[in-house]
């Protein structure tokens, strides 16, 4: 660090030595990121190679970035210093070229809406989402021997009950205690959470209406006394698929093509990194072992989005915008396929479950052979890895419901998207949902990796063996963004090693 530090001091003389000129947006960058004198030189040199006297920001990003994230690899030594790019590439090998691509989608929605809107349409919707979540507390062992709310009823008072139902309601007394009303296909009972037991009264800030819970308590008269409580949740233990290729996928989102805060720039470096034409020797073997390629939505910016959003797009055309992402796509080696969600900017329907972005609108984008259009969320298997990616709709109908949940920790929602069993339980707040007489939303099966996108937010971590990640976006704060204090996580890229499970973040420079 003594040579990071150094160098900083002296910084401009060094340059104004060789005849260069910083400005102060690269100035500004050296100071932020610090690097070490022998890359210094080798940059120094590599300007006057190319007879670059004025030395802008690009420039500097063009030769630092890409980077692997101090906190992306497993050993913490593996930081920004340690893995600036080298200039000069001798070879290219790509191992993943020789693998064949294995997708298997296991829940999809494409092809499969029959909603109409109609009230039987919700009354299925919620009567599937019981069903399948209701079974999931068979593998409880506290709560696998549950009676229907109408048999609990009809227990001697003081009885001992188990019962799994629906959030109808949710409410708090001026004593503290917590009412919840509970639904089944037999009948309603009301759950009283009391205030004096403070680990259950804590729990129950995380209920919310409309998700399926279980609950064992005292029976009394219309009512059952908790003496505890469980969400659908993961099981301990759970195995984790592996796949016998040691190959990598990418897992991005929010592209965000057509507006004016597009990182085209550090998007095509990315491109260039997946094409092995720039970084250094261990970036350059991360990416040649990169088969998939994980897009999980707003793709484009879209049209119409939010109040005055015209004045913050490049490309105002909502056509033009899926072409220039197809060319911008075109670029990505043929051997890495492609898997495209929609999000809450695309040209699909707006509500959950989104069905895939039709062609009408991504022509070129279906005529690629690499490319495959899911719908949002989908369930898909890459070499036996289960992988379940949601563009994250519902993340600010957690932020705005459970106490102490914020903007800049994506993960919190996410884990409680795994506890509940459900991407977004909770009807009527701000995430749309169409009543499909199968619950698209439900998590029936555990997935190995779950990755969101939505917030712009980049976040890494696991819950009971699985691998979360939210994967940041590829815009710049925007006006609409600044007056709502989000403050983006721009060209931060997470890898993840379909082999090991290991996790490294690329940051390409927002």
Do not use: W
């Given at each position: 660090m003594a040579a990071v530090s150094s160098?900083?001091?002296?910084?401009?003389?060094?340059?104004?030595?060789?005849?260069?000129?910083?400005?102060?947006?690269?100035?500004?960058?050296?100071?932020?990121?610090?690097?070490?004198?022998?890359?210094?030189?080798?940059?120094?040199?590599?300007?006057?190679d190319n007879q670059v006297f004025l030395v802008t920001r690009d420039d500097y990003e063009d030769f630092f970035y890409p980077k692997i994230e101090a906190n992306g690899a497993k050993d913490a030594s593996e930081g920004p210093e340690e893995s600036a790019p080298k200039r000069s590439i001798t070879s290219k090998h790509h191992p993943a070229k020789d693998v064949s691509p294995d997708i298997k989608i296991i829940r999809d929605a494409t092809g499969k809406s029959d909603s109409e809107g109609t009230f039987d349409d919700f009354l299925s919707l919620f009567k599937d989402r019981y069903k399948r979540l209701s079974k999931i507390f068979k593998e409880h062992a506290e709560l696998r021997d549950f009676i229907p709310i109408k048999g609990a009823k009809d227990q001697e008072l003081k009885s001992h009950v188990k019962v799994v139902g629906m959030v109808v309601d949710k409410s708090i007394t001026r004593n503290g205690n917590v009412i919840v009303d509970?639904?089944?296909?037999?009948?309603?009972?009301?759950?009283?959470?009391?205030?004096?037991?403070?680990?259950?009264?804590?729990?129950?800030?995380?209920?919310?209406?409309?998700e399926v819970i279980g609950v064992e308590g005292v029976l009394g008269e219309d009512v059952i006394f908790a003496n505890d409580f469980q969400f659908p949740d993961i099981s301990l233990g759970t195995p984790r698929n592996c796949s016998e290729e040691d190959i990598n996928v990418i897992f991005t989102s929010d592209t965000h093509v057509g507006s004016n805060e597009f990182a085209e720039k550090s998007f095509l470096r990315f491109i260039k990194w997946l094409r092995q034409d720039t970084g250094n020797q261990k970036q350059q073997e991360l990416a040649s072992k990169v088969k998939y390629l994980v897009i999980g939505g707003d793709i484009v910016d879209g049209i119409g989005i939010y109040p005055n959003q015209e004045k913050e797009l490049k490309i105002t055309d909502i056509y033009k915008q899926y072409e220039e992402t197809a060319r911008l796509l075109q670029f990505v080696p043929d051997w890495i396929e492609i898997l495209i969600l929609p999000g809450n900017h695309d040209a699909t329907r707006g509500g959950n479950p989104q069905l895939p972005i039709p062609k009408s609108f991504a022509y070129d984008l279906y005529n690629m052979s690499n490319v495959h259009m899911l719908s949002n969320p989908s369930f898909y298997s890459l070499h036996d890895v289960k992988c379940l990616t949601y563009h994250g709709d519902s993340m600010f109908d957690f932020f705005s419901q459970i106490p102490g949940f914020t903007?800049?920790?994506?993960?919190?929602?996410?884990?409680?998207?795994?506890?509940?069993?459900?991407?977004?339980?909770?009807?009527?707040?701000?995430?749309?949902?169409?009543?499909e007489p199968t619950d698209f939303l439900c998590i029936d099966e555990a997935p190995d990796i779950f990755h969101t996108g939505h917030t712009h937010i980049n976040g890494k971590g696991a819950y009971r063996g699985i691998t979360l990640l939210n994967s940041g976006g590829w815009q710049s704060q925007t006006e609409f963004q600044r007056l709502r204090n989000i403050n983006p996580d721009v060209a931060?890229?997470?890898?993840?090693?379909?082999?090991?499970?290991?996790?490294?973040?690329m940051n390409f420079g927002g």
């Open positions: 160098c900083r001091v002296n910084l401009p003389e060094r340059f104004i030595e060789k005849g260069l000129i910083l400005t102060e947006e690269a100035y500004i960058k050296f100071l932020e990121d610090g690097i070490r004198e022998d890359l210094l030189a080798e940059f120094l040199e590599t300007l006057l509970l639904e089944d296909l037999s009948g309603q009972i009301r759950v009283l959470i009391m205030g004096s037991k403070d680990r259950l009264r804590e729990r129950a800030n995380y209920i919310v209406r409309d903007l800049d920790s994506p993960i919190e929602p996410m884990t409680e998207m795994l506890r509940k069993r459900h991407l977004a339980p909770n009807y009527g707040l701000g995430t749309q949902i169409i009543p931060k890229v997470p890898i993840v090693n379909l082999k090991s499970h290991g996790v490294v973040v």
